[in-house]
T-cell receptor, first 113, second 117 residues
């Protein structure tokens, strides 16, 4: 059964600094998804990584996927306060022809001014 | 239109009540999902419907009863819930259940925040 783990669980960082969130998964998942969640809100899709070596960038966030290492990273460049949120990665596994999405533990990011 | 609509946004119910959560999407997605999310935890999968048929039930207690009346609608019927069932209930949909040939991106609704007294 697919298991997805993230680290760190909590991240407090100063504005302007760089940091990376790591997402490890236990079995084959040919796609990897990143979501953002603000307090009390739903999940917003950030990136869909479709294949090994995929790299996607949007603003100060960049996500990558290494399927051989079963690792995805979300890199934050020059953090700003607006990036404060919880970030989830999710893998996809097949069960009896149906796909289900398993979420990582989440990383709560707080960017300090 | 990339929207998943959930109603109600907030629901307070007693342990003897019967209520329903509703979810609607018009993106032509054929897979729909119910997730439960407790505070400071990741979303936890409850049910998956694929082509209007229940494909996955993650051993959810029978006091939660899903229903998919058509390809656009998904309901979650609630009966005799417990206070520990209080949570954010998220509906999501994806194209072709995430099969190859599509990105499989999950689109989430805003959620229904349920409080059981």
């Amino acid at each position: 059964e697919l298991k997805v783990e993230q680290n760190p669980l909590f991240l407090s960082m100063q504005e302007g600094k760089n940091y990376t969130i790591y997402c490890n998964y236990s079995t084959t998942s040919d796609r990897l998804y990143w979501y953002r969640q603000d307090p009390g809100k739903s999940l917003e899709s950030l990136f869909v990584l479709l294949s090994n070596g995929a790299v996607k960038q949007e603003g100060r966030l960049m996500a990558s996927l290494d399927t051989k290492a079963r690792l995805s990273t979300l890199h934050i460049t020059a953090a700003v306060h607006d990036l404060s949120a919880t970030y989830f990665c999710a893998g996809k596994s097949a069960t009896s022809g149906t796909y289900k999405y398993i979420f990582g533990t989440g990383t709560r990011l707080k960017v300090l001014a | 239109d990339t929207e998943v609509t959930q109603t109600p946004k907030h629901l307070v119910m007693g342990m003897t009540n019967k209520k329903s959560l509703k979810c609607e999407q018009h993106m032509g997605h054929r897979a729909m999902y119910w997730y439960k999310q407790k505070a400071k935890k990741p979303p936890e999968l409850m049910f998956v419907y694929s082509y209007e048929k229940l494909s996955i039930n993650e051993s959810v207690p029978s006091r939660f009863s899903p229903e998919c009346p058509n390809s656009s609608l998904l309901n979650l019927h609630l009966h005799a819930l417990q206070p520990e069932d209080s949570a954010l209930y998220l509906c999501a949909s994806s194209q072709r259940g995430g099969a190859s040939g599509s990105s499989g991106e999950l689109f989430f609704g805003e959620g229904s925040r349920l409080t059981v007294l």
